[in-house]
Every structure is written in C-alpha cells, then in structure tokens.
C-alpha cells in the first residue's frame, strides 16, 4: 500500500478534500493523510459539507502539520496549492514522489451559499478526476522517474 501525504499551506480544504477522497477511492492500495506547512488549526465547514454532499464520511479529520509525518515512511507527496494564485506552496523535503496538483483555494471565496458550494464541488471534482486517473496508473510496477512524470502529468491537465 502506497502511503500519500497531500498538502497545501493550511491544510483546511483542499488537502482534507484529497486526503478523503483518495482514501475512499483507492482501496487497498492507497492511504491518504494531509497536512499543511502552515495549519490553520481546523478544518473548513465547507469541506466536510461538500464530503457529505458526495457521500464520503466528513468525521476524523484535521488540519495538522507535515511535521506529524516525518516517521509515516510517505512514498508520494502531493501539493494542491495554486501558485498561479500567488499562494506559497509548501515543498515537503523528505525522499519521496512528488506531484504538484494546483486548484484554487475555495475557502477564500466570498459570496453567496451557492457559490461557495459551487466552488468546493468544482475544487472536489477535479480532485476525483485527477485521483482517478492516478488509480488507473499501474504505480506498482512504475519506476520514480515514470510515476512522478504521470503524476505532474495529471496535475498539468486542466478541468
């Protein structure tokens, strides 16, 4: 089982959203945490709503350090920060696989009930179709190189 660390810079939304669905998705080949470079200390109403509104359990998570995984032996670390946005995207520095995901942060949306949800479901499809086609990637036969070219690959493509 290959163990995945997805992070963004405050782990409230968008790493929970990976985390989760990776989780639910991936079977007995994958494990999902997340964490963030710096955790804003809870995680976003938002995204547990948006976890229930598709059918995922919302209990059990929360915004924590990458700090907390330095024993976890990570094999792929995945960051969803936008750097297009001018976010600062957090670099996880251990050996490990690396992918760069980037989607907006929704949770710094303003407006009405319906937008904002419409952002986190747009934020949480594009997570479950990139997720998706990571799963359909043979991982356990795939060199460093190969999975981490596939995996940047997926994050370069736009939804």
Known sequence: MLKVLVLCTG?????????AL?????????????????????????????????????????????DEFDEHNIDIAITVCDNAAGETCPAYLKDVIRAHWG????????????VI??????????????????LALPVETMSRLELTKALNNIGAETF
């Open 11 to 19: 782990n409230s939304c968008r790493s929970i959203l990976g985390e």
């Open 22 to 66: 990776i989780n639910q998705l991936g079977g007995n080949r994958f494990q999902a945490f997340s964490a963030g470079s710096h955790p804003v200390g809870k995680v976003n109403a938002h995204a547990l709503a948006t976890l229930k509104r598709h059918g995922i359990p919302a209990d059990g998570y929360s915004s924590q350090s990458w």
């Open 103 to 114: 989607l907006p942060d929704p949770a710094h949306l303003a407006g009405s009930a319906e």
């Open 117 to 134: 949800e419409a952002a986190f479901d747009e934020t949480y499809s594009a997570l479950e179709k990139r997720i998706r086609q990571m």
